[in-house]
């Protein structure tokens, strides 16, 4: 069975644009989740969906924002980046219940000049 | 605020050592439980995981233990092998309806020959 896949894997962007990232979780899953890792901070959850709806949202501003399709592949969007925004960012599936194991993507590397 | 923290950033120990990683939890309300390894380049893949009602998991190589009455959760890896490399991260459960998990800040585990 073929892992969570991200895409692309590497990004550079410059301040104010916007990007859009990509997920496609595990075949079957139904849960996204989206995280961003950083050397300050660690690994941030910034939300999860779940058949096409935010069901969680962790602590960042409205410039970032998801979505999730019927065939519950994901993409997160980022507006007006600021060079803060540089980061690993990483979604995660899992087939539904809230302690299903979460199986991570390789992540989408964020470098914003 | 609730977080999950890890004790020691860096632990290096010998190849065939035992190698034991902690974590201490602040919620006491968290009742999942999830180690994580992460190599350079690559996104956190899952170890072990443990529910409130256990205290003790074992895998392959790897025992998790919880200690509810201290909160605190230590992975131990018998006869590290040097592909044992990467960080480690422990994570709890945030959300019952969700899946948005906080991470510690990661111990990086070094495995000379």
């Known amino acids: 069975k073929a892992g969570v896949t991200q895409t692309p894997r590497y990004l550079i962007k410059t301040r104010g644009q916007q990007v859009t990232l990509s997920c496609s979780p595990i075949?079957?899953?139904?849960?996204v989740s989206w995280y961003q890792q950083t050397p300050g901070q660690g690994l941030q959850f910034l939300f999860e969906?779940?058949?096409?709806?935010?069901?969680n949202k962790g602590n960042f501003p409205g410039r970032f924002s998801g979505r999730q399709f019927s065939n519950s592949r994901s993409e997160m969007n980022v507006s007006t980046l600021e060079l803060g925004d540089s980061a690993l960012y990483l979604c995660?599936?899992?087939?539904?219940?809230?302690?299903?194991?979460?199986?991570f993507g390789p992540g989408t590397r964020l470098l914003v000049l | 605020g609730e977080s999950v923290g890890l004790h020691l950033p860096t632990l290096s120990v010998q190849e065939g050592d035992n190698s034991i990683i902690n974590c201490a939890y602040s919620?006491?309300?968290?009742?999942?439980f999830i180690w994580y390894k992460q190599e350079s380049g690559k996104g956190p893949q899952f170890i072990i995981d443990?529910?409130?009602?256990?205290d003790k998991r074992q895998g392959q190589r790897v025992t998790v233990l919880l200690n509810k009455t201290v909160k605190h959760l230590s992975l131990q890896i018998a006869a590290t092998q040097p592909g044992d490399s990467a960080v480690y991260f422990c994570?709890?459960?945030?959300?019952?309806?969700?899946?948005?998990?906080?991470f510690g800040k990661g111990t990086t585990l070094s495995v000379s020959s």
């Open positions: 919620n006491s309300a968290s009742d999942y």
């Open positions: 969906y779940f058949s096409e709806t935010q069901r």
């Open positions: 443990i529910r409130s009602n256990m």
């Open positions: 995660a599936s899992t087939r539904d219940a809230s302690q299903e194991t979460q199986y």
């Open positions: 075949s079957g899953h139904r849960s």
């Open positions: 994570a709890e459960l945030f959300n019952q309806a969700g899946t948005a998990l906080i």
